[in-house]
């Protein structure tokens, strides 16, 4: 918890004890005092609530209630916020409260490059230099990334970037033009239009192809502590780059969704869409309240489908699970909740860093119970092995 | 056609047997008198689309409704050419003896031969009401083009012109948060969340909407939905669309109590999972001997 409501500046709580200052200003500090609790005001909302209770009138206090919740609330957690703000700044008066969202409990930045120790000896030529950071980089994209130090972290993270996810595909219902195929009837009209109706050439059309949604689960529970910070900046890699659309390909943009599943399920594509990948994670830490907490992946997994995969954005789409399966809850749930998700989803990868490990057998509850449902089992522990990942998720 | 308050529109809304809380009728009052867009979200089945249904029908306006799907671009919203139309038209007029090349092709982009599309027609009817339903399964491309439509209420057709709405039309979005929409479409809009109704209101929409159903069996059939919902295990709790499903499919059996033979041969009407099915004869059995 951080007590920010209470150094607001000066729309903060002094406006409440303030009510002769006119109704505007008092209308206003509770916009402010509402944006100190999370809930994003902007101008143009503001201005909204001021007009909608101008047309409500001002003396009745369950119109004004009514009135900031259709203007300045966008979504069920800033209702939830906005009833707490508007009681304590309308009735209570003693202070705000303090909801905004908590503090990362660990914040996930890496620490700083120390000076490469390697250089500067003097006694290496420069060809060597080079020859010792490629075969580095190499031993690099291998190595687990849990057994990591602080320093090889840092070094990795510049190499997400040689990562490409391209969005998978799939087809429409629409056709676009094509030199063969099946007659496309609306077209040749069209062309014999020009032609005042003689008959013309024939045109020609395919189905054409639109990226498929990629849904990414990140398991972020205690025993996944050592991947949480690849796993995000993969997350990230993901975001940017399908949402830049791959020119290359000459394929539309996507879009990649990502979620946390620990004790909670968290939507982190907000996140993730900060362009800078330590100020996605940064933003990433502010948002997810149970880092390292325990693992409920069969509920979170059911809360997941219940609340939006369900409805649609896990529906055809690309479903990416990271976890190591240690599953705390009902095996059973979990296969349950696989199994929907199975039914719902196009393909279901599931990626375990352990796998990849000498002597692994997929023997934990969570996994064997998963196991039936899934498309794609694959070892997530190294930078080669994101790479895999994210060339079965092109091609799903 | 003015509403005064929002007591104004609740009674009218009312009439058309469709009842709403006051937060509801006060934001249908504001989304009225402000003009703007009105997004509702909520759970499926807790009327949403029947909201823009009650406002045409309450206001005696026509209803334009524009269902989004994945993939579905501007042509699918506002307009089209009616090609066959045109070619045959060229036909006539060759037939009737060689017309002036330049006025033939003038007479081709005549709005005759215009296929408006959900919102274009929207704009030409108003005042109407337009809904947009389940908006968030549309692409954010899409979702960009409805908020030039939005803020502007006017739509260009290069052939024609540009068509604006005399009076801005009523704007209804659903959505069933598949994905978030974007903030600036959101800004756009006034929100509410609609939640199940409680007992009592759900009872009362019951009578008002089936009022074939007899008053008793309407209570029993609330009061096992409500049950249902509390119990947060369904796949797909039922919403108000499936509680008067449910009542009417008992009603035409001839029930007049609720019974677990004929509330187990009608369960398709209430749940829509084989899993959930199973829960819920299972609970019923329970509710019923209780």
């Not at chain 1, 993730?272 to 069969?298: F, H, I, K, N």
């Not at chain 2, 089936?210 to 008053?215: D, G, I, L, T």
Request: charged share 25%; hydrophobic share 40%; net charge negative.
């Amino acid at each position: 918890m951080v007590a920010t409501a209470t150094t607001s500046g000066p729309g903060g709580p002094e406006a409440a004890t303030d009510w002769v200052r006119g109704a505007d200003e008092v209308l206003l500090g509770f916009t402010r005092a509402l944006r100190a609790a999370g809930v994003p005001v902007t101008q143009d909302r503001s201005q909204g609530f001021l007009a909608a209770v101008a047309l409500l009138g001002l003396d009745d206090q369950r119109a004004t209630y009514r009135a900031g919740r259709a203007t300045l609330c966008a979504g069920p957690d800033d209702l939830e916020r906005y009833d707490q703000v508007f009681e304590a700044f309308f009735n209570a008066r003693d202070g705000l409260p303090r909801t905004r969202p908590a503090a990362p409990a660990t914040n996930p930045t890496f620490g700083e490059l120390p000076a490469d120790e390697s250089r500067g000896e003097g006694t290496t030529t420069p060809d060597e230099v080079v020859r010792a950071m490629a075969s580095e980089t190499e031993v690099l994209r291998h190595r687990d990334v849990a057994a990591m130090t602080a320093a090889e972290k840092h070094r990795l993270s510049g190499m997400f970037a040689t990562l490409q996810p391209r969005p998978p595909t799939r087809r429409t219902a629409r056709h676009r033009s094509w030199h063969r195929g099946d007659v496309d009837a609306s077209r040749t009209l069209r062309a014999s239009l020009r032609r005042m109706g003689e008959p013309a050439d024939i045109e020609w059309r395919r189905r054409s192809v639109r990226p498929r949604r990629v849904v990414l689960l990140i398991d972020v529970s205690g025993s996944m502590n050592g991947y949480a910070d690849a796993l995000l900046r993969l997350a990230h890699r993901f975001t940017q780059s399908v949402r830049a659309g791959s020119a290359a390909g000459g394929r539309r943009r996507g879009v990649v969704e990502t979620f946390t599943v620990g004790t909670r399920l968290t939507h982190l594509t907000r996140a993730m869409q900060q362009r800078d990948p330590s100020r996605a994670l940064v933003a990433a830490g502010e948002t997810v309240p149970d880092w390292s907490g325990g693992t409920r992946l069969g509920e979170t997994l059911g809360f997941f489908l219940d609340r939006w995969g369900q409805r649609g954005m896990a529906r055809g789409a690309v479903v990416v699970v990271f976890s190591d399966g240690w599953e705390r809850g009902d095996p059973s749930l979990l296969a349950e909740q696989m199994a929907r998700l199975h039914r719902v989803a196009h393909r279901v990868v599931w990626v375990n860093p352990h796998r990849g490990k000498a002597g692994y057998e997929p023997v934990q509850q969570g996994v064997v119970a998963a196991l039936p449902y899934i498309d794609d089992f694959l070892a997530g522990h190294s930078l080669a092995t994101f790479a895999d990942l994210v060339e079965v998720v092109s091609r799903a | 056609m003015e509403l005064d308050s929002t007591a104004d529109v609740s009674a009218r809304l009312g009439e058309t047997g469709y009842l709403c809380d006051e937060a509801l009728s006060t934001v249908a009052f504001l989304a009225l008198r402000m003009q703007r867009p009105l997004l509702l979200e909520g759970e499926p089945g807790t009327g949403k689309t029947a909201l823009a249904e009650a406002l045409a029908e309450s206001l005696d306006l026509p209803l334009v409704r524009l269902q989004c799907y994945e993939g579905i671009d501007a042509t699918q919203a506002l307009y089209d050419w009616d090609f066959p139309r045109q070619i045959l038209h060229l036909r006539a007029l060759e037939a009737a003896g060689g017309a002036d090349p330049e006025e033939a092709e003038k007479s081709l982009y005549d709005a005759r031969f215009l296929l408006a599309r959900p919102v274009l027609a929207a704009l030409q009817q108003s005042p109407a009401v337009l809904l947009v339903d389940e908006v968030d399964r549309a692409d954010d491309e899409f979702e960009a083009f409805l908020l030039e439509v939005l803020s502007t209420y006017q739509v260009t057709i290069p052939e024609l012109g540009t068509v604006k709405a005399a009076t801005p039309p009523i704007v209804v979005l659903t959505s069933n948060r598949t994905r978030e929409l974007h903030d600036a479409l959101k800004r756009r809009c006034l929100y509410h969340w609609i939640d199940h109704p409680g007992l009592e209101r759900e009872v009362q929409i019951v009578r008002s909407r089936a009022p074939e159903v007899s008053e008793e069996l309407g209570r029993q059939v609330v009061t096992v939905v409500q049950q249902l919902r509390d119990r947060h295990d369904l796949q797909k709790p039922p919403g108000v669309a499936e509680t008067l499903d449910w009542a009417r499919a008992l009603h035409h059996l001839g029930t007049t109590g609720l019974d677990l033979a004929t509330a187990s041969a009608t369960l398709g009407a209430l749940v829509k999972y084989r899993e959930d099915a199973e829960k819920v004869r299972h609970a019923l059995d329970q509710m019923l001997r209780a």
